[in-house]
């Protein structure tokens, strides 16, 4: 009895000196494409189901979501049952942003109808925030994609800036939309088993991008920041999301809202990048100071397994 009490002291012990071992970080979860990528693509039922388990998912973590307003509509007019699900987002504590009307990337639209995007995302945003005494603050590129020319970034700066609206950047980008392309796919399929059998692969690829980027903020700032992480509202997310959290929480991370994360001067640095890819802001920030191609290797890729699933060539 003695010996095995011992035991039990001992494993408690050790399972407490393991966590403690394991560094305290910070993350924003932020939540792209609501109320849902796959809006074209599942039942009402399903789509309300999904926005259900990824809210009760995210309560009491800080999270952002933005959202496209078009994906709002049914045959071209805005649905109160989709609104409803926006306002569970909001019920639940979890702020909203705007990600455009439309999902219109700016290398390919004029400034001005950009412009005019943003103001069409907030049509229903804006007085749905007002419900909470709240107003939109956070916004997020389509695609990530910042302007190609300092002219056109300076205009959108101040068009934003005007709007009471901040830059939300990306510190761990990465390609969960291909794992959740093919998830979709799979459930499509009737697939249900070979599904959700790519979660814990999932989980283990945004592990492995998390300390990609952890160890990219070493490189260049000589410490570990409050990091920013991108995923999407969609079907994967709806039934991944409480491993993936766990296992973000196991690495140490508490989430952190966007104004606690921003306000480490890390994110004061000059972006570098002029470029259409959707690419992190560690790597944007070591381009402005010219870092070699060495420094960005490493990098861990989607397997081509889920890329051939998913019917896509790349990230």
């Not at 019920?91 to 069409?120: F, K, R, V, W």
Request: net charge negative; aromatic share 10%.
């Amino acid at each position: 009895m003695r010996n095995r009490f011992g035991m039990a002291v001992m494993v408690l012990l050790m399972a407490a000196n393991a966590e403690a071992e394991v560094p305290r970080r910070q993350m924003v979860l932020t939540i792209d494409d609501l109320p849902s990528q796959e809006v074209t693509r599942a039942s009402e039922a399903d789509l309300a189901a999904r926005n259900a388990r990824i809210v009760a998912a995210l309560k009491g973590r800080n999270a952002v979501g933005f959202v496209n307003e078009d994906k709002l509509e049914i045959d071209g007019k805005v649905a109160p049952k989709r609104v409803q699900w926006l306002r569970d987002w909001l019920a639940a504590g979890i702020e909203l942003g705007n990600h455009t009307y439309n999902h219109n990337g700016l290398h390919a639209t004029p400034i001005a109808d950009y412009e005019q995007s943003i103001l069409d995302g907030e049509r229903v945003l804006r007085p749905l925030l007002a419900e909470f005494k709240r107003e939109p603050r956070w916004f997020r590129h389509p695609y990530l994609q910042a302007g190609q020319d300092d002219a056109v970034r300076l205009r959108l700066d101040g068009f934003l800036e005007q709007h009471g609206y901040r830059i939300a950047p990306v510190t761990v980008d990465n390609g969960e939309w291909i794992y959740a392309r093919a998830y979709l796919l799979l459930l499509e399929a009737g697939k249900r088993d070979a599904a959700r059998a790519l979660i814990p692969d999932y989980i283990d690829y945004m592990e492995a991008k998390c300390q990609f980027f952890e160890q990219a903020s070493k490189r260049l700032f000589g410490r570990e920041i409050p990091q920013v992480l991108l995923f999407h509202a969609n079907a994967l997310n709806a039934d991944a999301l409480p491993a993936l959290l766990d296992r973000l929480r196991k690495r140490g991370y508490d989430f952190v809202d966007l104004d606690t994360a921003l306000a480490d001067p890390a994110y004061r640095h000059d972006d570098g990048y002029r470029g259409r890819a959707g690419i992190s802001w560690l790597h944007r920030w070591s381009m402005a100071e010219k870092k070699p191609k060495v420094f960005y290797e490493g990098e861990p890729a989607v397997p081509q397994q889920v890329l051939d699933l998913a019917g896509v060539e790349g990230e």
